[in-house]
T-cell receptor, first 114, second 120 residues
Framework: AQSVSQHNHHVILSEAASLELGCNYS??????LFWYVQYPGQHLQLLLK??????LVKGIKGFEAEFIKSKFSFNLRKPSVQWSDTAEYFC????????????FGKGTHLIIQP | GAVVSQHPSRVICKSGTSVKIECRSL??????MFWYRQFPKQSLMLMAT?????????EQGVEKDKFLINHASLTLSTLTVTSAHPEDSSFYIC????????????????FGPGTRLTVL
């Protein structure tokens, strides 16, 4: 069975600060990796995804993530956050091929202070 | 492209009644649809996986007789919460997988906006 661990449940940053949200997964095979964002009162939006290839993936809104296979990690980064980045962030994984449902981490509540 | 809709967006019902939630893929054929549940301030938990024309596969701990899933076509799946009780109050979210087989989009799930169920 897969599991996803997000280390930071609540993060508070000031605008223009750099962001890194940790995500580690547990699975014995090849995986697809995702980061989703959920703004207050809105539905899930895909930030970025990794299926294969270049382990450094760039997503929307200036976010990027790096897949480090040896560490089973897929950390999310953004060099300079904005107030509008305040949201809940979820890391998710499923097995290669995508036939399975996603296993989500518990989420990180990010608050950006102006 | 790859839009998934859910109806209704919100529903309030009395305890003991049944509620049906629809999930539609609007511009692609969804070979597989997934149903998730999200409790307040918590993460999404996969409830079941449904493939068109076959029985749904439920995750451990999810009552298949309580949460009836039908995936009658490549664009529609329904979740019926039977004899709903207050503890079933939650945010129910569907996702759909489809696109070109073998293409990168085939690995991706597209999420609906969710349905807020409140059982009084």
């Amino acid at each position: 069975a897969q599991s996803v661990s997000q280390h930071n449940h609540h993060v508070i940053l000031s605008e223009a600060a750099s962001l890194e949200l940790g995500c580690n997964y547990s699975y014995g095979g090849t995986v697809n990796l995702f980061w989703y964002v959920q703004y207050p009162g809105q539905h899930l939006q895909l930030l970025l995804k990794y299926f294969s290839g270049d382990p450094l993936v760039k997503g929307i809104k200036g976010f990027e993530a790096e897949f480090i296979k040896s560490k089973f990690s897929f950390n999310l980064r953004k060099p300079s956050v904005q107030w509008s980045d305040t949201a809940e962030y979820f890391c998710a994984v499923n097995a290669e091929g995508g036939a399975d449902g996603l296993t989500f981490g518990k989420g990180t509540h990010l608050i950006i202070q102006p | 492209g790859a839009v998934v809709s859910q109806h209704p967006s919100r529903v309030i019902c009395k305890s003991g009644t049944s509620v049906k939630i629809e999930c539609r893929s609007l511009d692609f054929q969804a070979t597989t649809m997934f149903w998730y549940r999200q409790f307040p301030k918590q993460s999404l938990m996969l409830m079941a996986t449904s493939n068109e024309g076959s029985k749904a596969t439920y995750e451990q701990g999810v009552e298949k007789d309580k949460f009836l899933i039908n995936h009658a076509s490549l664009t529609l799946s329904t979740l019926t919460v039977t004899s709903a009780h207050p503890e079933d109050s939650s945010f129910y979210i569907c996702s759909a997988r489809g696109g070109l087989a073998g293409g990168s989009s085939y690995n991706e799930q597209f999420f609906g906006p969710g349905t807020r169920l409140t059982v009084l």
